[in-house]
Protein backbone atom coordinates (compact mmCIF):
# COMPACT_ATOMS: atom_id res chain seq x y z
CA UNK A 1 0.00 0.00 0.00
CA UNK A 2 0.96 3.18 -1.20
CA UNK A 3 2.13 5.91 1.44
CA UNK A 4 -0.36 8.79 0.91
CA UNK A 5 1.16 12.55 1.27
CA UNK A 6 -0.70 14.99 2.91
CA UNK A 7 -1.81 17.99 0.41
CA UNK A 8 -4.42 19.43 2.55
CA UNK A 9 -2.73 22.66 3.27
CA UNK A 10 -2.43 22.96 -0.44
CA UNK A 11 -3.60 26.85 -0.94
CA UNK A 12 -6.37 26.75 -3.63
CA UNK A 13 -7.13 29.57 -5.62
CA UNK A 14 -10.65 30.92 -6.78
CA UNK A 15 -9.93 30.05 -10.38
CA UNK A 16 -9.23 26.99 -9.34
CA UNK A 17 -11.75 26.54 -6.97
CA UNK A 18 -14.26 27.34 -10.10
CA UNK A 19 -12.82 24.88 -12.70
CA UNK A 20 -12.99 21.80 -10.42
CA UNK A 21 -16.56 22.99 -9.50
CA UNK A 22 -17.67 22.99 -12.58
CA UNK A 23 -16.58 19.49 -13.01
CA UNK A 24 -18.95 18.49 -10.39
CA UNK A 25 -21.71 20.23 -12.08
CA UNK A 26 -21.29 19.01 -15.49
CA UNK A 27 -21.43 15.29 -13.85
CA UNK A 28 -24.49 16.08 -12.03
CA UNK A 29 -26.22 17.36 -14.42
CA UNK A 30 -25.57 14.60 -16.79
CA UNK A 31 -28.37 12.81 -14.82
CA UNK A 32 -30.76 15.30 -15.39
CA UNK A 33 -32.61 12.78 -17.62
CA UNK A 34 -32.47 9.78 -15.40
CA UNK A 35 -35.98 8.55 -15.72
CA UNK A 36 -36.19 6.70 -11.55
CA UNK A 37 -35.65 9.55 -8.92
CA UNK A 38 -34.29 7.13 -6.83
CA UNK A 39 -31.22 6.21 -8.91
CA UNK A 40 -30.80 9.53 -10.06
CA UNK A 41 -30.46 10.58 -6.17
CA UNK A 42 -28.22 7.81 -5.67
CA UNK A 43 -25.45 8.39 -8.39
CA UNK A 44 -25.86 12.66 -7.35
CA UNK A 45 -25.01 12.02 -4.32
CA UNK A 46 -22.15 9.63 -4.95
CA UNK A 47 -20.85 11.94 -7.37
CA UNK A 48 -20.98 14.88 -5.35
CA UNK A 49 -19.32 12.93 -2.39
CA UNK A 50 -16.75 11.14 -4.35
CA UNK A 51 -15.62 15.04 -6.10
CA UNK A 52 -15.96 16.31 -2.10
CA UNK A 53 -13.68 13.50 -1.04
CA UNK A 54 -11.02 14.03 -4.15
CA UNK A 55 -11.16 17.58 -3.76
CA UNK A 56 -10.59 17.40 0.07
CA UNK A 57 -7.65 15.29 0.67
CA UNK A 58 -6.04 16.56 -3.24
CA UNK A 59 -5.93 13.42 -4.64
CA UNK A 60 -2.97 12.58 -6.95
CA UNK A 61 -3.06 11.10 -10.06
CA UNK A 62 -0.69 8.37 -8.86
CA UNK A 63 -2.49 7.56 -5.62
CA UNK A 64 -6.12 7.71 -8.14
CA UNK A 65 -4.23 5.02 -9.91
CA UNK A 66 -3.16 2.96 -6.80
CA UNK A 67 -7.35 3.24 -6.15
CA UNK A 68 -7.67 1.81 -9.47
CA UNK A 69 -5.60 -1.26 -9.39
CA UNK A 70 -6.88 -1.75 -5.26
CA UNK A 71 -10.43 -2.38 -6.77
CA UNK A 72 -9.05 -4.11 -9.98
CA UNK A 73 -7.20 -6.64 -7.88
CA UNK A 74 -10.55 -6.85 -5.45
CA UNK A 75 -12.18 -7.58 -8.30
CA UNK A 76 -9.68 -10.35 -9.36
CA UNK A 77 -9.51 -12.35 -6.25
CA UNK A 78 -13.67 -12.23 -6.16
CA UNK A 79 -15.29 -15.50 -6.94
CA UNK A 80 -18.36 -18.05 -6.07
CA UNK A 81 -16.28 -18.07 -2.60
CA UNK A 82 -14.52 -15.22 -2.15
CA UNK A 83 -15.75 -12.01 -1.75
CA UNK A 84 -13.01 -8.86 -1.39
CA UNK A 85 -16.04 -6.33 -1.67
CA UNK A 86 -17.94 -7.35 0.99
CA UNK A 87 -14.44 -7.89 3.11
CA UNK A 88 -14.59 -4.17 1.75
CA UNK A 89 -17.42 -3.22 2.55
CA UNK A 90 -17.48 -4.78 6.14
CA UNK A 91 -13.59 -3.07 7.16
CA UNK A 92 -14.78 0.29 6.54
CA UNK A 93 -18.00 0.29 8.59
CA UNK A 94 -19.90 0.91 5.15
CA UNK A 95 -21.76 -2.83 5.95
CA UNK A 96 -23.17 -1.82 9.54
CA UNK A 97 -24.35 1.79 8.77
CA UNK A 98 -26.01 0.04 6.15
CA UNK A 99 -27.79 -2.32 8.68
CA UNK A 100 -27.88 0.51 11.08
CA UNK A 101 -30.08 2.16 8.62
CA UNK A 102 -32.39 -0.29 7.74
CA UNK A 103 -32.76 -2.04 10.92
CA UNK A 104 -34.31 0.56 12.82
CA UNK A 105 -34.90 -0.17 16.53
CA UNK A 106 -37.72 -1.44 17.51
CA UNK A 107 -39.29 -2.00 20.68
CA UNK A 108 -36.68 -4.87 22.55
CA UNK A 109 -36.25 -6.82 18.88
CA UNK A 110 -32.92 -8.25 18.55
CA UNK A 111 -30.09 -5.97 17.16
CA UNK A 112 -28.59 -7.17 13.71
CA UNK A 113 -25.00 -7.15 12.38
CA UNK A 114 -22.81 -7.94 9.64
CA UNK A 115 -24.29 -10.56 7.08
CA UNK A 116 -20.21 -11.46 6.26
CA UNK A 117 -19.08 -13.13 3.14
CA UNK A 118 -19.38 -16.74 4.41
CA UNK A 119 -23.47 -17.92 3.97
CA UNK A 120 -24.10 -20.06 1.78
CA UNK A 121 -27.74 -21.71 0.36
CA UNK A 122 -29.06 -24.79 0.86
CA UNK A 123 -27.24 -25.90 3.85
CA UNK A 124 -28.48 -28.87 5.00
CA UNK A 125 -31.69 -29.26 7.65
CA UNK A 126 -31.34 -30.67 11.00
CA UNK A 127 -33.96 -31.36 13.70
CA UNK A 128 -34.12 -29.46 16.71
CA UNK A 129 -31.38 -30.92 18.98
CA UNK A 130 -29.12 -31.76 16.02
CA UNK A 131 -26.09 -30.92 15.54
CA UNK A 132 -24.59 -28.33 13.25
CA UNK A 133 -20.54 -29.17 13.69
CA UNK A 134 -21.00 -32.11 10.44
CA UNK A 135 -17.25 -33.16 12.26
CA UNK A 136 -15.75 -29.45 12.09
CA UNK A 137 -13.10 -29.10 14.68
CA UNK A 138 -14.13 -27.12 17.96
CA UNK A 139 -15.46 -27.59 21.54
CA UNK A 140 -18.85 -28.68 21.43
CA UNK A 141 -21.61 -26.07 22.22
CA UNK A 142 -24.90 -26.63 23.09
CA UNK A 143 -26.82 -23.30 21.54
CA UNK A 144 -30.93 -22.92 23.00
CA UNK A 145 -33.49 -20.43 23.49
CA UNK A 146 -36.88 -18.92 21.70
CA UNK A 147 -38.02 -16.72 19.42
CA UNK A 148 -40.86 -14.35 19.99
CA UNK A 149 -42.18 -11.27 18.56
CA UNK A 150 -42.25 -7.45 20.51
CA UNK A 151 -45.26 -8.60 22.17
CA UNK A 152 -43.79 -11.58 23.68
CA UNK A 153 -45.81 -14.34 21.34
CA UNK A 154 -43.60 -17.33 20.32
CA UNK A 155 -42.57 -17.71 16.60
CA UNK A 156 -43.57 -21.19 15.59
CA UNK A 157 -41.81 -23.03 12.61
CA UNK A 158 -39.46 -19.68 12.54
CA UNK A 159 -36.59 -20.75 10.40
CA UNK A 160 -32.71 -20.48 12.07
CA UNK A 161 -30.10 -20.39 9.53
CA UNK A 162 -26.39 -20.59 11.54
CA UNK A 163 -23.34 -21.03 10.28
CA UNK A 164 -19.45 -20.86 12.36
CA UNK A 165 -16.25 -20.81 11.58
CA UNK A 166 -14.15 -24.23 13.21
CA UNK A 167 -11.52 -24.38 15.74
CA UNK A 168 -8.94 -23.48 12.46
CA UNK A 169 -10.62 -20.16 11.92
CA UNK A 170 -12.29 -21.34 8.92
CA UNK A 171 -15.41 -21.12 7.31
CA UNK A 172 -15.84 -24.63 5.61
CA UNK A 173 -16.08 -22.88 1.89
CA UNK A 174 -12.63 -21.67 2.83
CA UNK A 175 -11.59 -25.71 2.66
CA UNK A 176 -10.76 -27.32 -0.71
CA UNK A 177 -11.97 -30.25 0.07
CA UNK A 178 -16.20 -29.38 -0.48
CA UNK A 179 -17.36 -30.25 2.52
CA UNK A 180 -20.37 -28.84 4.26
CA UNK A 181 -19.69 -28.51 8.00
CA UNK A 182 -20.21 -25.55 10.86
CA UNK A 183 -23.92 -24.75 9.03
CA UNK A 184 -27.52 -25.78 8.89
CA UNK A 185 -31.12 -24.36 9.11
CA UNK A 186 -33.84 -25.89 11.68
CA UNK A 187 -37.22 -24.53 12.70
CA UNK A 188 -38.64 -23.65 15.76
CA UNK A 189 -41.23 -25.59 17.48
CA UNK A 190 -45.28 -24.86 18.79
CA UNK A 191 -43.42 -22.85 21.85
CA UNK A 192 -40.80 -20.69 19.31
CA UNK A 193 -38.26 -22.53 20.93
CA UNK A 194 -34.53 -24.01 19.19
CA UNK A 195 -31.60 -26.31 20.33
CA UNK A 196 -28.67 -27.47 18.60
CA UNK A 197 -25.10 -28.31 19.11
CA UNK A 198 -22.75 -26.33 17.34
CA UNK A 199 -18.90 -25.50 18.40
CA UNK A 200 -17.60 -23.10 20.67
CA UNK A 201 -16.89 -20.26 18.69
CA UNK A 202 -13.44 -18.82 18.45
CA UNK A 203 -11.41 -16.09 16.78
CA UNK A 204 -10.30 -15.86 13.13
CA UNK A 205 -9.30 -13.74 10.95
CA UNK A 206 -10.85 -12.25 7.45
CA UNK A 207 -8.99 -13.41 4.46
CA UNK A 208 -6.21 -10.80 4.94
CA UNK A 209 -4.08 -12.32 1.72
CA UNK A 210 -5.93 -9.66 -0.72
CA UNK A 211 -5.80 -5.90 -1.01
CA UNK A 212 -7.85 -5.35 1.86
CA UNK A 213 -5.66 -7.23 3.87
CA UNK A 214 -3.08 -5.11 2.70
CA UNK A 215 -5.06 -2.01 3.34
CA UNK A 216 -5.54 -3.31 7.24
CA UNK A 217 -2.07 -3.49 7.81
CA UNK A 218 -0.78 -0.37 6.20
CA UNK A 219 -3.10 1.38 8.33
CA UNK A 220 -2.27 -0.85 11.66
CA UNK A 221 -5.19 -2.31 11.99
CA UNK A 222 -5.74 -6.03 13.28
CA UNK A 223 -7.38 -8.49 10.37
CA UNK A 224 -9.35 -10.80 13.43
CA UNK A 225 -13.23 -10.77 14.20
CA UNK A 226 -14.27 -11.40 17.34
CA UNK A 227 -15.62 -14.86 18.59
CA UNK A 228 -19.12 -15.10 16.94
CA UNK A 229 -21.78 -17.76 15.47
CA UNK A 230 -24.15 -16.40 13.44
CA UNK A 231 -28.04 -16.31 12.71
CA UNK A 232 -30.83 -15.45 9.90
CA UNK A 233 -33.90 -15.74 11.70
CA UNK A 234 -37.15 -15.04 9.05
CA UNK A 235 -40.92 -15.76 9.72
CA UNK A 236 -43.96 -14.59 8.12
CA UNK A 237 -44.93 -11.18 9.05
CA UNK A 238 -41.24 -10.77 10.68
CA UNK A 239 -38.77 -8.42 9.69
CA UNK A 240 -35.76 -11.01 8.62
CA UNK A 241 -32.90 -11.17 11.34
CA UNK A 242 -29.35 -11.04 10.68
CA UNK A 243 -27.24 -11.08 13.69
CA UNK A 244 -24.68 -13.04 15.55
CA UNK A 245 -23.79 -13.57 19.38
CA UNK A 246 -19.93 -13.11 20.38
CA UNK A 247 -18.42 -14.45 23.44
CA UNK A 248 -18.21 -12.55 26.51
CA UNK A 249 -14.66 -12.27 27.84
CA UNK A 250 -12.94 -11.98 24.05
CA UNK A 251 -10.49 -9.63 24.28
CA UNK A 252 -11.34 -8.41 20.64
CA UNK A 253 -14.93 -7.12 21.37
CA UNK A 254 -13.43 -3.53 21.31
CA UNK A 255 -11.68 -4.00 18.01
CA UNK A 256 -13.54 -6.15 15.97
CA UNK A 257 -12.46 -5.81 12.18
CA UNK A 258 -15.85 -5.46 11.11
CA UNK A 259 -17.42 -3.28 13.49
CA UNK A 260 -20.25 -6.07 14.30
CA UNK A 261 -20.02 -6.37 18.28
CA UNK A 262 -22.94 -4.91 20.21
CA UNK A 263 -23.23 -5.15 23.83
CA UNK A 264 -26.95 -6.71 23.11
CA UNK A 265 -25.33 -9.74 21.58
CA UNK A 266 -22.32 -10.21 23.96
CA UNK A 267 -23.33 -13.78 25.53
CA UNK A 268 -22.39 -16.10 28.03
CA UNK A 269 -21.04 -19.41 27.09
CA UNK A 270 -20.62 -21.00 30.20
CA UNK A 271 -17.92 -23.75 30.37
CA UNK A 272 -19.07 -27.75 31.16
CA UNK A 273 -16.65 -29.90 32.76
CA UNK A 274 -15.99 -33.20 31.38
CA UNK A 275 -18.38 -35.47 32.65
CA UNK A 276 -21.12 -33.25 32.98
CA UNK A 277 -24.87 -34.45 31.95
CA UNK A 278 -25.70 -32.58 28.22
CA UNK A 279 -29.31 -31.35 28.33
CA UNK A 280 -30.21 -33.89 25.83
CA UNK A 281 -27.97 -36.88 27.08
CA UNK A 282 -25.28 -37.22 24.92
CA UNK A 283 -22.16 -38.58 26.45
CA UNK A 284 -19.00 -36.06 25.47
CA UNK A 285 -15.40 -37.18 25.99
CA UNK A 286 -13.99 -33.89 27.13
CA UNK A 287 -15.41 -30.46 28.31
CA UNK A 288 -18.57 -28.84 26.56
CA UNK A 289 -20.10 -25.17 26.54
CA UNK A 290 -23.37 -24.02 26.54
CA UNK A 291 -25.53 -20.71 26.16
CA UNK A 292 -28.64 -19.39 25.61
CA UNK A 293 -29.81 -16.81 23.42
CA UNK A 294 -33.38 -15.31 23.16
CA UNK A 295 -34.70 -13.85 19.80
CA UNK A 296 -37.06 -11.58 19.45
CA UNK A 297 -38.44 -9.79 15.70
CA UNK A 298 -39.51 -6.79 15.00
CA UNK A 299 -42.86 -6.82 13.15
CA UNK A 300 -42.18 -6.24 9.30
CA UNK A 301 -43.14 -8.02 5.91
CA UNK A 302 -43.77 -11.19 5.23
CA UNK A 303 -40.73 -13.74 4.18
CA UNK A 304 -40.14 -16.70 2.48
CA UNK A 305 -39.45 -19.81 4.86
Known amino acids: MTTIPDHSNHPISERQRAVEEDVVQRVVHSFDDCADPRLRRVMVSL ?18 QVAIDFLTDAGHITDDKRQEFVLLSDTLGASMQTIAINNEAYGDATEATVFGPFFVDGAPRIELGGDVAFGAAGQPCWVEGTVRDVDGDPVRNARIEVWEADDEGLYDVQHDDGRVAARAHLFTDDDGGY ?33 HLHFMVTAPGCRRLVTHIFVRGDELLDRDSVFGVKDSLVKDFIEQPAGTPTPDGRVIDGPWSRVRFDVVLAPGAATDE
Open 195 to 227: RFWGIKPTPYPIPYDGRVGKMLQAVGRSPYRAS
Open 47 to 64: VEHLHALLRDVRLTEDEW
